[in-house]
């Protein structure tokens, strides 16, 4: 049973279209709907996902938010521990997911 949506963590997660090959600037869009089911359906019912193509270069690859409100990555490490979760385990979880994705998506 999962958390009410104004209660879960957001993470928005930006990919480049670089690590979808030469064409990824085609792929990028399709590309984030695909893994955004599937990180929905790997990841626990206290998170949210958004993943979103990241054209603009000076923004993270990861955001953190609350019902609409920022939070730094302090207070999402916070949040984690919660669930018995370490921030960086679980950012080096979803990166080693990415290439997976990829390959899914591209039929590897």
């Known amino acids: 049973m999962g958390l009410a949506d104004d ?3 957001s993470i928005v997660f930006r990919i480049e279209s ?3 090959g030469p064409e990824g600037n085609s792929h990028v869009d399709q590309f984030c709907s695909y893994a955004q089911s599937r990180f929905e359906s790997l ?6 996902w958004v ?3 990241r054209h603009d270069k ?3 690859e990861m955001d953190f938010a609350i019902n609409g409100r920022q939070l ?8 984690l521990a919660h669930f018995d979760q370490e921030i960086d385990q679980f950012e080096m979880n ?3 997911e990415l290439p ?3 390959d899914q998506y591209f039929g590897r």
């Open 7 to 9: 209660k879960k963590l």
């Open 18 to 20: 670089g690590c979808l």
């Open 43 to 48: 990841f626990p019912a206290y998170l949210n």
């Open 51 to 53: 993943v979103v193509p």
């Open 58 to 60: 000076t923004l993270p």
């Open 72 to 79: 730094g990555r302090e207070h999402a490490k916070r949040y």
């Open 94 to 96: 979803v990166f080693d």
């Open 100 to 102: 997976e994705m990829i």
